[in-house]
């Protein structure tokens, strides 16, 4: 395992010993699309690395999804971090959003890593501050942006989450994950595509060819 090109990249900063220790003790599991990872209450077990595909991080209330941050490809989540200190109950839901790819790293054993390999703390506030800033947009997002921008956004970044164009998303999907409802999103969707910033059709949601997909 010491040779995956993410474990080199990722981790060689730390040394031989460091590669030897994670190719004995990181798992590498794949995920199916749609599957839950955990879920609020659950017992934290690993830090998950993703080598493959995409993982929503969320939380829900009253059945309506509050999207923290989406790990891609090389990310990790903050949110299983503190699992390395204490017996931490997991406040939040992954899915995977696509077949997915993750290193799993067992939290019986990154104590002692943060003892015997102090320099891998650097590499938990990068991506604390990675996660941070996600969180700090989705926040100013809600607050500030208007939901047609809203939806505009999160249309593109599944765009570019996926490479998928035209791309398959139902009312009801984008209303769970924007903390809404169907017949609000309906009504925004029609209202968006007269005028241009959309086309819907059977085979899904495409943005016009001269606008940027990357989300704002």
Known sequence: MSDNPFIVEKFEFLGPEFLKEIS????????????????????????????????????????????????????SCMMTFSSIFSDYISRIYSVAEEDSELLLIPVSVMHDWLIQ????????????????????????????????????????????????????????????????????????????ENEGEISQSREGIRIPKDTNVSPV
């Open 24 to 75: 004995k003790h990181a798992v590498v599991n794949h995920i199916k699309a749609k599957t839950e990872i955990i879920r609020e209450g659950q017992k934290n077990k690993y830090i998950p690395f993703v080598l493959k595909g995409s993982i929503k991080v969320f939380t829900l209330n009253d059945d309506r999804e509050l999207i923290y941050y989406c790990m891609r490809e090389y990310d």
């Open 117 to 192: 390999f102090p320099a891998i703390n650097k590499l938990f506030f990068q991506e604390y501050d990675k996660r941070f800033s996600e969180v700090m947009n989705m926040v100013n997002e809600a607050v500030f942006h208007k939901l047609d921008k809203r939806i505009l956004s999160y249309i593109k970044q599944q765009i570019s989450l996926t490479g998928n164009h035209p791309i398959k998303l139902t009312h009801r999907e984008i209303a769970i994950n924007l903390g809404t409802s169907r017949e609000v999103v309906s009504r925004v969707m029609k209202k968006i």
